[in-house]
């Protein structure tokens, strides 16, 4: 009996395994189409991996391609790759082959897009209103993910479907259309988008709308117009040349100015946009305003169209505060102190009592500014009483911008100075040294240890090289140490921007309809009566240019400006950059301190080759394509 | 035997007087254990037995002679091999001898028992554990080893790897490092990759598992090392390690007492330079660069001194003991009834690390309980339950920033500012952090690794009466495992000293304090139904056939939670901050299902046939492409049977020749690659609104549906051979594994402006080749025996078939080519010697590119200009040196035993693999930090202070700064260096008590010994200092846990 219980029992356990096939296990981590694409909720998830893919060049736009927050990139930021700023450690370009590339990741966020914009129209769930918004945001962000391919590469494959796989990997080729198509593309694209966007949204509101795609359209129009008028300032040559996949007609300029203008005219015109702060009362208060907006955007809704938002410290957080607090309010950060803004790019800020003109940083009693050669006892330097007097005058936009010598920054004065002339005349400079004149010890950096300065040592590459530390879109407020704990938000676009671009745009092609030149210079003067200024300048290229280029500084717009507009092969030829050394001068008491102007140290020359200005295609073996020139 | 076999029968079939023996007597061990049962039943008599006790050839001395049921009553043989015990008439007598198997004879009765030992490696008739069955040693056809408990038992080591490592032939085991609790050896059979573990009849965890098994619990453990496995289908392709955990046999309780403490300390570190040796070497560095020299003259000197304030460190002293503990112990119980039968065991391990802070720690408690019980007459049951307990405790910071600080910290700095403990200083020389303080959890915190598992199985097994030699069987399986993981990741303040204002300034190091709880919980269930059949035909025909139906399941599920904290108070998540929480969780499960056959045929001990297959099922793949087939055929001829052979060659007392071809598996890539589904993974996020972000989900890709396991197509061909009536045996063996299937992106040159990849197929194929040689030989003269036994393994992997593109030219091809190449091959700079002259240096081919010469100095390294275009570049290098894995591995071992002593001695090595260190040990300065004292035998000049004085060649380059140095660094034979070794990776000594003394204090066995692990090593003097078997680790730093050395003292207590 007992033996029989156990025979069934026996027999049981064997079938036990029968009831359930387990087998037939299906994965967790997995969703069905249906599941993402059956609502406009759905959809959003499926939008928020677009939109993380989105090329945007914000705090996480590097060396090393786009969302590198979390990864060691040396703090070498766009800026550091053009005369805005050094990199305290390394020092060089970027090659054509990585002249941030971004080609594979390109196609494959438009094969995803190419995803939503083909399915959406199938989905039945689904109002003909919210489809035809998502399938506007879709033109939107295949806008701009072949904005950033067209200024790259200049003419590229414009694919529009989801390609099938096939083993015929020969009619999955697409050749490369022109580079006047893709510019004309990339606008239809934009327009597209127009069409459908709303001009505001109450949640999400960090989605596209039409004022976003706008201003994405007056940016685009600027770049085609400018390459179509300045293409030949550095002509290129061969196959992708004559068959027009790279360069545009100069006759086409005028067309793109004007599409820049009309854009740019409509969010002027009917949108609620306009400058944050317009009237400060004093420089102060300019500088302030300013430094506010890019250390919280969302206080500046009047201004920003289009934010990128940073959030989560530690994981979708950025890692500007990491690399760039000059090395004194490290908080424990490894490395510091990497963005050095550059003297020629301080220079370049008007002094407000003369206004009109770059107003470059005078050391010596003979006024000249072009003498980079280091210290020449010979010579009378201009003696002031603090690191930061010599910049007194100088536009409220470099305060907020830049730290300069002395300056306080988050409850520290940070300490940056270069060496000391002893009292017998030797000068000391980039030289760790210390000496005592009248029973007080005098450092060549300007403290002990390197815990106290933060310039000009060779210390693990902390220590600012140019003589300037960088605090624009930095935290006033503690941030841990660490890599991605910076939630500072991104202004991907500000009215400002497209106030520039409209002047620029009126300028370059002497457009005159609508009273465009009084409207250009008006948008010109009211962006510096922002930055403090009280008297208008004329409506000039250069002034336009100059305007630009402080006012956008360090927003990653000056590398394609320099691009597009072909300066950077004169800009970077067999070029040093050039820093300003505080200096001690110890012969006087009570000491002062004077300024060298003089190369970058241990920065080697740089020069762009005119081929760099478009990048180098990767796989042409596989994708059949024709390479870009000189590759 | 056969004549006591045969009274056993007798007595058997008086007594019961029922014909059911023949099903139960597969064995002589099974017979004479039934005896036993049957023999308690009747009344008991005390009679003297006597009688010899002799090995094949001589009598044996110092046998252990004793009964089953008085333990205490042991004798021991005298030198001719005779005992004399007074025992009851129905007991059972144990011959126990150190190299030989143990015999257990029934009395019956009878007043005289000789009895011939076997030496335990070449028992013919030894049962070896195969998949779903047992087989005799001698009718193997499979290149099957095996090794039992006492020679496992000869190493003192925390982890089960080490302790076989060099013992069993084609068993690949290498170190890797030495942290108490990491049990990252590898572990390899015949060059094939991570085996198929199986423990007690079921397939469970991997090797960081198998390694922390309390060795003591193990019986035996056998290695499928060809197509053998093929019983285990997918995941075997690698070959299978089989454990095989004690059983209780019937007898009174024997208890068992092991303990074993010992010191380790490691087997060498690579001397640092001190602080006289590093003011030298940096003022070489600014002269050979041009540059006044770093410090005075007078500065120098003091630190050639060691004045006051200008003594060296060693940071390694600072933060290392010089040696940390380690102890086992494990106390057992087995014995049993008539009916039921058990072993058990508590087991308690702890490994000490080598932290002055004890932040590294290890302990592990194990249990494990197997009780056999006789349900009815044709009906027994099996319950193995086992758990395991092991916690892992660390620094806050990894072993590898410690072991960086201890290297490249400069000898100038302190641990502490002005010898204050308050103030650790702040140094990052060398791009490390002050070891002192990062190794300590007060001041960067911990973490925590415990594992909870838990093992169990019940089998039913039940003999089919009227169908003589069938069996039915079957097994329930569940078990779990608790994985907890704790870590405090804490901040803290390091601090430099201005001594102007005599102020102490604070540098704060990862803020904010990081709080991390980690939790993974595994299940498992293996279910199994088998039918054994065996049967005699004609008394010729031996027929076996096993039919096996097994289903596995599990199902995980993990989660992780951290919270930070501003100003740390307390290591509970509860008191951290609100904000910036972090938690994350995921699932999986998966499945198996497989029918699994074999049969066995012998005609007459002879010609010897199996064939078997697995029809395995997997959830990983797609439904209609699941299932595989995984046969093999093996056969053998024992020629040595053979009446011509027997009469013609009589020395050669066995020789078989077997051979065996099969084909295995082994799983590919991630599971469900064939379901299109978009994924919450991989995908970015973006913050559509202020504070709110939304996490995407990702496209899918392209999927291949068919993605299959490898294919591995094993063929073994093999000799035993045994000479002078066993005494010498040896083994041989020549393989080969085909892999087909391996995965790669197939080429078809997508385009890329497609914007998506390929996905992965099984399109690659390897082969291994190899050979494996084992030889045992003893001999006993008087009562002295020994044995020696050796194991000798090389195996290579040659990539046949690479998806690739076209080459672009035969140059490409010839550089980059790698079908039908070997794999593990490092193309490297072929270095001729060093610059011996400026006018050597000015001709001599240019090696440092558009720099060309000029960064090269005398004492330089030179390097040949392979294709004499001038220009040493990466078209230069050759293949010259074997990679990071080793290709030959080999032991000996020498054991021998004289009365109460036992010796055994474990030489163990490996060969033809290189290795390469990069950073801190292998770089001058690296980060401006210390650098390796061996750089100090180097060109310099005889006065830094004097540029015109002469030259002093060394053996390394003159010293210079990273940003001085030509192509000193270029890989080649001065960086990499062959590892190959030989060292004496285990010593013993042992002495068992005369057991006429142990008795008086109630004891019945008494061993005690001493040994040593890792005691002496053969290799290149660069590479020892590193040693050999350990990894280079992350980044090729060689910052990784040392290995140790260590001396141990034990006692094996029987009572």
Known sequence: MKSTILKIAFVTIVLAGGCKNVLDLRPLDKLESETIFGSPEGTRIYLANLYGQLPIEDFSFGRLGFNTANENTGGIAPATQTDEAANSEFSHLLDGGGNFQWWDPGYKLIRDINLLLETIPTVTTM????????????????????????????????????????????????????????????????????????????????????????????????????????????????????????????SEADRYYQICIEASRKIMDESPFELYKPTPSSPEEAAANYMEMFQNPNSATSEVIFIKGYTNPGSSGHSYDFWF????????????????????????????????????????????????????PSKNYLRFDTPYDIFKDKDARLWATVILPGTEWKGKTIVIQGGYIQPDGTAKIETKESIQVNGRTYYTYGAADWTGYSGFEVYLGNMTRTGFSFKKFLSPNPVPPNLTYSTTDWIEFRYAEILLNYAEAVVESNYTANDAQAVAKGALNSIRKRAGHTVDIDLTLENVLRERKVELAFENKRYWDLVRRREFHEKFNNTIRKALVPVLDLRVSPAKYIFVRKNVSRENPLTFPTNFYYAHIPGVGANGLIQNPQY | MPTKMNNAMKLFARQIAKGILACTAFTVFWGQALAVHLGEITDQEQVTVTGTVRSESEPLAGVSVSSTSDSGSGVSTDSEGT?????????????????????????????????????????????????????????????????????????????????????????????????PGDFDAMINIRGFGSPLYVIDGIVRDGGNEFQRLNPDDIESISVLKDASAAVYGVNAANGVIIVTTKKGSQGKTQFQYNVVVGVQSPTDMPEIANAAQWMEMRNDAAVNAGLAPYISKEELEKYQQGMPGYEST??????????????????????????VRYFSSFGFLNDNGLLK???????????????????????????ELAGRYDRKDGAGYSIFDIIRGTISALPTNKPYLNGNPDYPTHITDGQSSNPVAISDPDISGYT??????????????????????????????????????????????????????????????????????????????????????????????????????????????????????????NDQIDMGDQNNQRTSGMESQWGNRSVIGRFTYDYLGKYLMEIAARYDGSYRYHPDRRWGLFPVVSAGWRVSEESFFKDGVPFVSNLKLRGSYGLVGQDAGNPFQYVPGFSTSGGGGYEFSNGSYVSGVAAPGIVNERLTWFQSRIADIGVDLGLFDGRLNMEFDMYQRDRTGLLAIRNVSLPNTFGGTLPEENLNSDRVRGLEFAFGFSRAIGEFRFDIGGN????????????????????????????????????????????????????????????????????????????????????????????????????????????????????????????????????????????????????????????????????????????????????????????????????????????????????????????????????????????????????????????????????????
């Open chain 2, 357 to 383: 802070s004890d932040a590294i720690n290890y302990d592990r408690y194990t249990f494990r309980t197997n009780l056999t019980a006789d349900l009815t007459n044709n009906l027994s049951a099996t319950v």
């Open chain 1, 325 to 376: 607090n000059p090395n004194q309010t490290s908080e424990g950060s490894p490395h510091p102190g990497r963005m050095n803004p550059t003297l020629e790019f301080v220079d370049s800020y008007e002094s407000y009592s003369n206004p009109g003109q770059s107003s470059p940083i005078v050391t010596t009693t003979d006024g000249n500014v072009s003498d980079y050669n280091g210290y020449n």
């Open chain 2, 792 to 1055: 000798f393994n090389f195996a290579r992997t040659m990539n046949v078939y690479v998806e690739r593109g076209p080459f672009v030219n035969s140059m490409d091809r010839w550089r980059n080519g790698q079908a039908n190449r070997w794999s593990d091959v490092v193309w490297m700079y072929d270095k001729i010697g060093q610059f011996q002259s400026e006018e050597e240096l000015l001709n001599s081919p240019i090696q440092n590119g558009e720099l060309g010469n000029s960064r090269e100095m005398i004492g330089d390294f030179k390097y040949r200009d392979a294709n004499g275009d001038g220009v040493i570049d990466g078209n230069d290098t050759l293949p010259l040196a074997w990679g990071g894995n080793p290709k030959m591995f080999y032991g000996l071992t020498f054991s021998a035993n004289w009365r109460g002593f036992d010796f055994n001695m474990l030489w163990q090595g490996s060969g033809k693999y290189s290795v390469r260190f990069t950073h801190a040990y292998a770089e001058m300065f690296w980060g401006d930090g210390n650098l390796p004292a061996y750089f100090y035998d180097r060109w310099h000049l005889a006065d830094p202070y004097d540029p015109n004085s002469e030259w002093i060649p060394g053996e390394w380059p003159a010293i210079r700064r990273i940003s001085d140095i030509g192509a000193m660094y270029n890989e080649s034979s001065v960086w990499r260096r062959d590892a190959s070794y030989l060292r004496l990776k285990s010593l013993e000594l042992g002495y068992s008590l005369p057991v006429g003394y142990i008795k008086r204090i109630g004891l019945e066995g008494v061993r005690v010994y001493a040994n040593g692990y890792n005691l002496l090593t053969i290799t290149d003097p660069f590479v020892k200092a590193f040693d050999p078997e350990q990894i280079e680790g992350a980044l090729n730093t060689g910052w990784v846990y040392p290995l140790s050395r260590s001396y141990n003292f034990g006692i094996n207590l029987t009572f």
């Open chain 2, 448 to 569: 925590q690794d415990v594992n909870k598992q838990f093992q169990s199985a019940v089998t039913l097994t039940y003999k089919v009466p009227f169908v003589d030699g069938l069996q039915l069987k079957g097994v329930a399986s569940y078990d779990g495992n608790n994985y907890l993981n704790k870590s405090l990741t804490k901040s803290y303040k390091l601090y430099s000293y201005d001594a102007a204002a005599d102020v102490y300034n604070a540098a704060t190091l990862r803020h904010p304090t990081v709080l991390g709880n980690g939790y993974s919980d595994m299940n498992r269930i293996s279910l199994q139904a088998q039918a054994i059949y065996n049967t005699l035909l004609s008394d010729r025909h031996n027929i076996g056939a096993t039919l096996v139906y097994e289903e596995r399941n599990g199902w995980t599920r993990s989660s992780g939670l951290s919270r930070e904290f501003q100003f740390f108070t």
């Open chain 1, 127 to 250: 109002s003909e209103a919210d489809k035809a918004e998502l399938i506007s945001e879709g033109h939107f962000l295949r806008a701009y993910t072949y904005f950033a391919l067209a200024k790259r590469y200049g003419g590229v494959p414009l694919i529009v479907q989801v390609q099938q796989y096939t083993p015929d990997v020969e009619s999955l080729k697409v050749p490369r259309n022109t580079e006047k198509e893709t510019w004309d593309f990339v606008l239809a694209e934009c327009d597209a988008a127009i069409e459908n966007l709303p001009a505001s949204r109450t949640s999400d509101n960090r989605r596209a709308t039409k004022w976003v795609a706008y201003a994405l359209k007056s940016r685009v129009a600027l770049h085609a117009a400018s390459l179509a008028k300045y293409w030949s300032k550095a002509p290129l040559s061969g196959p992708a040349v004559s068959q027009q996949l790279v360069g545009i007609d100069p």
């Open chain 2, 83 to 179: 005992y004399r015990i007074a025992v009851s008439d129905n007991d059972t007598l144990v011959f126990s001898f150190v190299g030989y198997a143990q015999q257990r004879v029934p009395v019956n009765g009878r007043g005289r028992i000789d009895v011939v030992l076997v030496p335990r490696d070449q028992q013919l008739d030894e049962i070896v554990v195969v998949g779903y069955g047992t087989q005799k040693k001698a009718n193997l056809t499979g290149a099957i080893s095996t090794i039992q408990a006492d020679q496992i038992q000869t190493t003192t080591h925390s982890s089960l790897a080490q302790k076989l490592q060099g013992k069993v032939p084609g068993l690949q085991i290498r170190q890797n490092t030495g942290g």
């Open chain 2, 314 to 339: 060693n940071w390694y002293d600072e933060t290392m003991k010089p040696w940390a503990g380690q102890q086992q112990h494990t106390l057992s119980a087995q014995g049993g009834s008539e009916k």
